[in-house]
């Protein structure tokens, strides 16, 4: 196949660290090409070049047998080269259309103010089987809506080539299923596309090769109709791992946490969480499933006193919680590890050591005016060994490490709180397969010794295997508690969208899990 775009020798580095050393990476006309790595591999870098953020220390870029010079995302955009970001560049009070507008440069910005630019976008949208209203405004948009609009960008810019930066990582199956299609489409129109996941899964079902970078360095690229999940596992890690996601079976306690008739709102006053009911017990991980929005966030926040409730009750070992603060909450054994978004700005303190955030929920204790920062070092190196967080040491403020360490000394601070009840938010949103099973076992450890465990996850394949039950919200209300034994990616996408219910009035599951949670509370006595 010809090349649509070649790199050759490409090196960048960030003061004394290497983030790319010697990459060589070849792009072929009309393909779609998986890229893979580890955190810290080089990865995002990599693109950043190719699109125009960063530029090489050293190397060439070749587009059609010729070296080309990318300073500036203009430039890679006249290249025929567009990114989708991970985190959507839109600007949420334009519409829908202005968004594609505002990078069309002054010439096309102007055509743009004439009726052809609706056309024009509606055009391009049927072309590729995207369906979108030009003029509805961001932030009336769902994730799937938005992500459609920042393609569609890159493709009204003329891209030929476009880069995909965890794509499916906020998307239900049915929305995956539709995005794939479009990449098809998009590679039989003739784009050449360039895929970032840690799904391995959606790496062998859309992929025609795949390219592992390890430590910065290119290992190889192998046709995807040739490997395995297994084997491509073995070139990011460089050893062999156990793919197989355990679900130890551990004999379930009392309830620990009930929540009854669960009212809370956002930050607009709008309801986020609609009269929702469910318990954990000791020993049991509930998985929570929803597309992103669907009143999680709220959700963990209640839960760990971080926003009040309109109405509703939160019982703790018999004993309500409502309108506790944090810190008392965290008394009674429930510990909260959330990772919004915005890790840095809400999780952790950014300029403090990582010895300083393990002390931020227990400095308190300390008597007098003077703080034991030896055992919060030990401590802190405890953590660093055992979830293998990448750091010059103890005292490194968190603001330096990449997006997966930040997230593993947040997971690590909690748990050593030793909760009986353990609130965990995409705890591994942002980090590559080998840390991602890490903390898979991290949290069956604690099923184990008895903790009742809430996880709210995005990857459905993995919640099937490693949680008990799944508990199902759409728009804030309670869709379902189903059994992971006995259900379906496709039962539970339709339920995340709405279009299955199986909650009937009496508060009761019909049709998917005989065993559900609702079931259970029939039998006892405590909900």
């Known amino acids: 196949m010809q090349a649509a775009i070649e790199l050759k020798g490409i090196c960048k580095s960030f003061g004394s660290v290497a983030a790319n050393k010697n990459i060589d990476l070849t792009l072929n006309k009309g393909e779609i090409l998986a890229l893979l790595g580890e955190n810290g591999s080089g990865k995002t870098t990599l693109m950043n070049m190719l699109s125009g953020i960063y530029m090489p220390d050293s190397g060439s870029i070749f587009m059609d047998g010729k070296e080309v010079s990318i300073t500036s995302p203009e430039s890679a955009g006249k290249l025929g080269i567009g990114m989708v970001h991970q985190h959507f560049k839109l600007v949420e009070r334009f519409t829908a259309l202005d968004n594609i507008r505002i990078g069309m440069g002054k010439e096309a910005g102007r055509l743009f103010k004439s009726k052809a630019a609706r056309n024009y976008v509606l055009e391009t949208a049927a072309k590729f089987g995207f369906s979108i209203d030009p003029d509805k405004y961001v932030y009336n948009m769902p994730v799937s809506e938005k992500q459609t609009l920042e393609i569609l960008k890159v493709l009204c810019y003329g891209a030929k080539i476009i880069i995909l930066d965890e794509p499916t990582a906020v998307l239900t199956v049915q929305e995956v299923t539709r995005l794939f299609d479009v990449l098809r489409k998009m590679k039989q129109e003739g784009h050449s596309v360039i895929i970032i996941t840690h799904k391995l899964n959606e790496v062998m079902d859309i992929s025609d090769r795949v390219s592992v970078l390890r430590h910065g360095e290119y290992v190889g690229t192998v046709k995807t109709s040739e490997t395995s999940e297994k084997e491509l596992t073995e070139l990011m890690v460089g050893r062999k791992v156990d793919l197989n996601i355990k679900r130890p079976i551990v004999e379930k306690t009392h309830p620990l946490l009930e929540i009854r008739d669960l009212t809370v709102?956002?930050?607009?006053?709008?309801?986020?969480?609609?009269?929702?009911?469910?318990?954990?017990?000791?020993?049991?991980?509930?998985?929570?499933?929803?597309i992103a929005g669907s009143g999680q966030k709220e959700l963990c926040e209640a839960l760990a006193g971080l926003r009040p409730i309109e109405k509703g009750q939160m019982i703790h070992n018999g004993e309500s919680i409502v309108g506790m603060?944090?810190?008392?909450?965290?008394?009674?054994?429930?510990?909260?590890?959330?990772?919004?978004?915005?890790?840095?700005?809400?999780?952790?303190?950014?300029?403090?050591?990582?010895?300083?955030?393990?002390?931020?929920?227990?400095?308190?204790?300390?008597?007098?005016?003077?703080?034991?920062?030896?055992?919060?070092?030990?401590?802190?190196?405890?953590?660093?060994?055992?979830?293998?967080?990448?750091?010059?040491?103890?005292?490194?403020?968190?603001?330096?490490?990449?997006?997966?360490?930040?997230?593993?000394?947040l997971l690590g601070r909690e748990i050593k709180a030793g909760p009986n009840v353990l609130i965990t938010a995409y705890p591994v949103r942002g980090l590559d397969i080998n840390s991602s099973y890490m903390i898979y076992d991290i949290l069956n450890e604690q099923k184990q010794k008895g903790v009742g465990i809430l996880f709210v996850g995005e990857d459905l394949d993995v919640m099937l295997a490693l949680c008990d039950k799944i508990m199902v919200i759409c728009h804030g209300r309670l869709q379902g508690v189903v059994n992971s034994s006995n259900t379906t990616k496709e039962d539970i996408g339709l339920m995340m969208t709405g279009a299955l219910n199986i909650v009937n009035k009496e508060g009761k599951t019909d049709g998917i899990a005989k065993d559900s949670a609702f079931e259970d509370a029939k039998e006892d006595k405590n909900v």
């Open 265 to 290: 709102k956002n930050d607009e006053g709008a309801v986020a969480v609609d009269g929702m009911n469910f318990y954990i017990r000791g020993g049991e991980l509930l998985g929570v499933a929803g």
């Open 325 to 409: 603060s944090p810190k008392k909450i965290l008394d009674h054994g429930i510990s909260m590890s959330f990772i919004p978004e915005d890790r840095l700005g809400m999780g952790l303190a950014p300029s403090l050591s990582i010895t300083d955030n393990m002390m931020l929920k227990n400095y308190n204790e300390a008597k007098g005016f003077l703080v034991d920062r030896n055992t919060a070092r030990k401590e802190a190196s405890k953590i660093i060994e055992k979830l293998e967080i990448s750091t010059p040491s103890t005292e490194t403020p968190v603001r330096r490490l990449s997006g997966g360490n930040v997230q593993k000394v």
